[in-house]
């Protein structure tokens, strides 16, 4: 400790050996006895030694740089960084009740879950079912239904066909032959196309221009029987070994 006449300054360094305790100097000045303290050296790991950071908190257009902290979260082994993927900030009391995603018109998570299985092979893959939502005046409508159907043309309003887009000016209709000559279609010289499906569970024969008798062409159950040009203008006639049969058939010119 040294005087110096009549200012007074006094110099005193403290030397600690403690890492925890760092050496402080004291410099105090004239009558009063005020001065300052500064930090010499601090210890390594304290926080006043880590190297801040800043964010301007300030929404509008001023500006506010403020000292910003993380958040320690309680661990195995230790505290650890909160408001990760692997250590997020929650708010249930057990730390494991599910976290809902919500929607304004309620929870998503909340929602009756519809599953199926996915897996066309022998195995079973259940997977979570989500419906197709479609643009619609008002907002969205659900997809794939006979109202709001997902289309596959580019302007939304062309017509989709079940057929041959060139077959035109069609018609339809049904016969059942049984074990007696039964005629399926008549005859039409402007027809140019014929449709003949055999939608029952019962084996036809079918022929044309004459008497249907067994042995002739077989329309099996489930079978089609497409015929164009003159084919498709002539009468068409069925019959059965046994049973009855149920043939569709559509008619159309090209």
């Given at each position: 400790m040294a005087l110096f006449g009549t200012n007074q300054v006094l110099n005193q360094v403290l030397d600690r050996t403690d890492p925890n305790n760092p050496a402080l100097r004291t410099t105090g000045g004239g009558g009063g006895g005020g001065g300052s303290v500064a930090v010499s050296s601090l210890p390594a790991g304290s926080s006043a030694g880590a190297s801040a950071q800043t964010a301007d908190y300030d929404t509008g257009a001023g500006t506010a740089n403020t000292v910003m902290q993380g958040i320690a979260l309680p661990a195995s082994g230790g505290p650890v960084a909160g408001g990760t993927s692997s250590n997020p900030l929650r708010t249930d009391p057990t730390g494991t009740t599910p976290q809902p995603i919500i929607h304004p018109s309620g929870s998503l998570?909340?929602?009756?879950?519809?599953?199926?299985?996915?897996?066309?092979?022998?195995?079973?893959?259940?997977?979570?079912?989500?419906?197709?939502?479609?643009?619609?005046?008002g907002g969205p409508v659900a997809g794939g239904t006979a109202v709001n159907p997902v289309r596959t043309d580019p302007t939304g309003s062309t017509?989709?066909?079940?057929?041959?887009?060139?077959?035109?000016?069609?018609?339809?209709?049904?016969?059942?032959?049984?074990?007696?000559?039964?005629?399926?279609?008549?005859?039409?010289?402007?027809?140019?196309?014929?449709?003949?499906?055999?939608?029952?569970?019962?084996?036809?024969?079918?022929?044309?221009?004459?008497?249907?008798?067994?042995?002739?062409?077989?329309?099996?159950?489930?079978?089609?029987?497409?015929?164009?040009?003159?084919?498709?203008?002539?009468?068409?006639?069925?019959?059965?070994?046994?049973?009855?049969?149920?043939?569709?058939?559509?008619?159309?010119?090209?």
């Open positions: 998570a909340g929602a009756t879950e519809r599953t199926a299985d996915y897996d066309t092979g022998g195995g079973t893959v259940n997977t979570t079912l989500m419906g197709l939502a479609l643009p619609g005046a017509t989709q066909p079940v057929a041959s887009p060139d077959i035109t000016g069609g018609n339809a209709g049904s016969a059942t032959p049984g074990t007696s000559d039964t005629e399926i279609v008549a005859a039409d010289p402007t027809r140019t196309e014929l449709l003949l499906v055999n939608t029952g569970a019962v084996d036809c024969y079918v022929v044309h221009g004459m008497a249907a008798t067994t042995g002739k062409f077989l329309l099996k159950a489930g079978a089609a029987l497409p015929l164009s040009g003159g084919l498709a203008k002539r009468q068409w006639k069925g019959i059965t070994s046994s049973g009855t049969a149920t043939i569709h058939y559509i008619t159309g010119t090209v």
